[in-house]
């Protein structure tokens, strides 16, 4: 996900003349591994939430950061796909 977003913010920058300082995005969660190695069928196999935190900065003003923040937020493919349900079509082929 972080690496999709960036993209965005980098491409964001970009298109409106902005020159980047820096750009990071910090992602953290809680796994519990119960839950993946199927240890406790209580415990979900992965996250319940992800939190994270863009630091940017650049040549750009407020707004036009908030801008291209809120364009990520709204195209990023990954994060679309982390932060709604998507229906998974899977097949195993064994060779």
């Known amino acids: ?13 970009s298109v409106r003349n902005i020159k980047l300082k820096s750009v990071e995005i910090f992602t953290e ?7 993946f190695l199927g240890i406790d069928e209580n415990v979900p196999a992965g996250y319940t939430t992800l939190r994270y935190v863009v630091k940017i900065s650049g040549n750009g003003t407020l707004q036009q950061f908030e801008d291209i ?27």
Do not use: W
């Open 69 to 95: 923040h809120n364009t990520v937020t709204a195209t990023s493919p990954n994060r679309f796909n982390i932060a709604n349900a998507i229906k998974l079509d899977g097949e195993l082929q064994v060779l």
């Open 29 to 35: 969660g809680q796994l519990d591994l119960r839950g």
């Open 1 to 13: 996900m972080n690496a999709c977003m960036m993209v965005g913010y980098v491409v964001g920058a």
